[in-house]
């Protein structure tokens, strides 16, 4: 996986094509482009986008998040309180943070981005890998196989099953 140095500043301030992270004065590129990896980004997005209003959230994909004065990370898809601020950049943590598994995606890369969200007080962080249609509940740091994620005390979930079904009677059409 390829880095350059660069500032903060100079981050913050450049738009990448595609996006990358930012780790203590490296840019990181993120595995994206691959269709599988794309529709089930836009299918994740798209579940939580549907119930944004009923649930107080606010769901984006692939939003800077400034964990640390020298790391941004970009989730794949960002689920935010409703009441949180919109910023730029966002500085608090979201309440969901999603990662779409690409093909090329490493274990070990991925768990340092976890520790990262959990670091910066994301209470759920969830891996989607598309490829065999799995799921990951990553919130305390271990990888817990979940076909449905839930929190607790609220309406808020996803259902792999019901995801991938609908998206499955999309491609069909």
Same mark, same amino acid.
């Not at 500043?9 to 780790?23: H, N, Q």
């Given at each position: 996986?390829?880095?350059?140095?660069?500032?903060?500043?100079?981050?913050?301030?450049?738009?990448?094509?595609?996006?990358?992270?930012?780790?203590?004065?490296?840019?990181?590129?993120?595995?994206?482009?691959?269709?599988?990896?794309?529709?089930?980004?836009?299918?994740?997005?798209?579940?939580?986008?549907?119930? =944004?209003?009923?649930? *107080?959230?606010?769901? %984006?994909?692939?939003?800077? $998040? &400034?964990?640390?004065?020298?790391?941004?990370?970009?989730?794949?898809?960002?689920?935010?309180?409703?009441?949180?601020?919109?910023?730029?950049?966002?500085?608090?943590?979201?309440?969901?943070?999603?990662?779409?598994?690409?093909?090329?995606?490493?274990?070990?890369?991925?768990?340092?981005?976890?520790?990262?969200?959990? =670091?910066?007080?994301? *209470?759920?962080?969830? %891996?989607?890998?598309?490829? $065999? &249609?799995?799921?990951?509940?990553?919130?305390?740091?271990?990888?817990?196989?979940?076909?449905?994620?839930?929190?607790?005390?609220?309406?808020?979930?996803?259902?792999?099953?019901?995801?991938?079904?609908?998206?499955?009677?999309?491609?069909?059409?």
């Amino acid at each position: 996986m390829a880095t350059t140095a660069v500032s903060i500043e100079e981050y913050l301030s450049t738009a990448y094509e595609p996006d990358m992270d930012y780790v203590d004065g490296q840019l990181e590129e993120r595995n994206v482009g691959e269709y599988e990896h794309n529709i089930a980004q836009w299918a994740v997005l798209n579940w939580f986008r549907q119930h =944004d209003k009923e649930w *107080r959230t606010r769901s %984006v994909q692939e939003q800077r $998040t &400034r964990l640390t004065p020298s790391r941004v990370r970009i989730p794949d898809v960002s689920v935010f309180p409703r009441e949180l601020p919109v910023e730029r950049v966002f500085t608090q943590p979201q309440l969901i943070a999603i990662e779409v598994l690409s093909p090329e995606d490493r274990h070990s890369r991925m768990d340092k981005k976890i520790r990262n969200y959990i =670091d910066f007080g994301v *209470r759920h962080v969830w %891996v989607v890998d598309p490829a $065999t &249609r799995t799921g990951w509940d990553c919130s305390d740091g271990n990888w817990l196989r979940k076909e449905r994620f839930e929190l607790a005390g609220s309406p808020i979930y996803l259902s792999l099953t019901e995801l991938f079904a609908e998206l499955d009677e999309d491609e069909a059409n």
